[in-house]
């Protein structure tokens, strides 16, 4: 089965191409700069993409900057949150329509490749504040692919009813080197460890159990 | 109605620019360079965007040009269609998922500025080879964006039951300017009037019963 995933250089896309590997998937990985603060993570899929042996191709949406003002992503002048996520916090990284428009573009290169599946990482913990994560989109999104590209092109979702807790007990079993992965929203040298998401990171490896292999900030290396 | 317009500079979207102001709605227009080797047609996108005050805005999508290239629309290479159409000769004009892509993009801008609505101009000739103009890929697609933008946005094209023919009574109701418009795939200095989509553009005018302004290269001008 011929797959193009939509990897950013995060635990849950690097765990999701993992995963396929292993399920016998022939990969094309498929990332894009859409002007996040954090386009370090872009070297970690391109990283992954060598290790499994995939083709991998990088899309240039930086043009579609100025519709997404207004998100900590990609807009300089909005704070990344930091502590744990509350809803509020979480609604100032929201980026408009981004798995949509990540998709749409995904069902276009698995039509002209002939490939057989698109595939996102999505998981649980996006679906109270990200609609395009829920499974009602990723079901409704795959019918208009379909209809749109005249194909039965499967949208896969493996992790929609997962934690990220649950992915990174996944990509453990997988031996997924975590180290070699990227989810700080500030994008410097190191994992800032304060941000909301370095929070969710560090508290889902510690809940799943897993050695944290992550360089955070201030810290010394294990 | 605040409403987001994709218009290419063609016959089709821009009566439909004409069509919503005259219905009440206000206008944001929407255009797309993807490389279409035609590209000429954005100038009068943005000419009509200053006729109707509407603010208008082009997204630079070229860096999906390896996705679309074995398009005639995109590919130096291959050939644009000369004579009447046939479902061959249509066939190399398809660019697979464009509208689903540029519609995606439509919303997430509508999601950002709180517009109303998405509108296309696609029609009923385009069904039997362009699988995301007919209407169940629109309806699909209106589900899928208003759960990915957790919004009731809707996506309007008027035209879907429409002929091109029909097109053009309409818009010679409304005192669209057609001089101002642009359908030639080869994209020179004038119309070839000789590829399938002047003859088509032609045709069409002459079964509306509507006198066509278009300079045909190699014609009197009258």
Redesign the interface.
Known sequence: MQTIAIVSGGVDSITLAYHLKNQGHSLHLLSFDYGQRHKKELQFAAYHADQLGAYH?L???T??Y?????SALTDETVSVPTGAYTPETLAVTVV??????M???A???A??DSADAVALGVHSGDHAIY??C?P??LQ??E???Q????SSIQLLAPFRHMSKTEIITLGNSLDVPFVHTWSCYQGGATHCGTCSTCVERRNSFVQAGVSDPTHYQGEETT
């Open positions: 191709d899309v240039d949406l043009c579609l100025p519709i997404w003002l207004g408009p329509n981004r798995n949509a428009i998709t749409a573009i069902y276009a290169l039509s002209t609609p395009d829920r009602e989109f409704a999104m019918t208009a692919m209809l749109s590209t005249d």
